[in-house]
């Protein structure tokens, strides 16, 4: 398939020509060169000897096997199984939005269960804890309120309905007591 | 999809498949493997295709895909088998019936074997499955521009392959 002319098609171009995949008015074009080319001549020859070639090899014939059963009605893929194409810079941006969901889940939950209190640290050192409801769980309270602070002053607002009794040794003298090592 | 279209759109195209996977995997039984698994996933595709040469354009682009697994895995089998026969002077089985399958297997089909995938897919496609320029580039995602040269080339190392017989 090798021809010498300067102005004569590329391979690939005669190639395509064989297959009569140029357009017109190329083609034409192509089909006068061809005849007075030997070269391009033998090479379009050439080409249309490897096609038929190709065409007339033997080929096992299909043995069409029967159609399986089930392939009457197509069962529609369920949505866990479809695949979803999704562009990449919006796979990147739902990824960082669980990433974000997932942080801002895990610091809630890393936070203490205060319900209807509110923690106030004042300019003077003064911490300013408002209590709107009875507190269930005294303890938890105190610990929270334990933790190391510049606080020199507490202030604990409970609601009015509290209703303290004395059980025992007084509760509130010894959680002081516990809080910050100091005694009252 | 209605039992009558599966069974129109298989009894169609399925003798165009096999043709093509038997040129591009060389080999009956694999040719066979491959079309029936493209088959399956037509069947389990949810929604039908517009028509038949959409169809046909589908299950070729799936058909060619599972045959270049093939490809790779025979590839694999091939060095792992070499690698055997080297260490080992036994005939296996298997390896007998290679022979026997390379014996019958044609000239051109050889020829064609040897070809480099990208070049054996696409004049396969263009030989076996009478699609266009344009056709083939739908299918295998790539120019038309890209599908001449490699027709192209994929010819012009037949003929070399092919020099005493043409």
Redesign the interface.
Known sequence: MSRAGAKCPTGDTLSAFVDGEVRAPWDQAIARHVEACPGCREAVACLGRLRERLARDPAPEPRLPPLPPHSGRVRPVPVWRRRIALPLPAAAAAALAILGLGVALAAVAGRPKLPWMSIRHGPAGTTEVIVAAPVEDLEQLLRTLDQPSRASQLVIHLPADSQLIMVGEPQLVREADYSRGRRW | ???AD??HV??TL??TL??VA??ICGN?SKA?DVC?ET??KY????E?LPDLEQTKYWLIRVLRNLALNHEKKRSRESKAYQRFARNSRQYTESGETEVLQEEAR????RALDRLPYNLRSVLVL???ADL??REIARVLGISEGNV??R???A??R??QL?ED??
């Open positions: 999809m209605l039992h599966v069974a298989y009894e399925y003798p096999f043709r038997y040129r009956r066979e029936q088959f399956i069947f389990e595709r949810g039908p044609s000239l051109v089909q263009k030989e076996y266009g320029y001449k040269v027709v192209f080339r010819r012009e037949l003929a092919l017989d043409l």
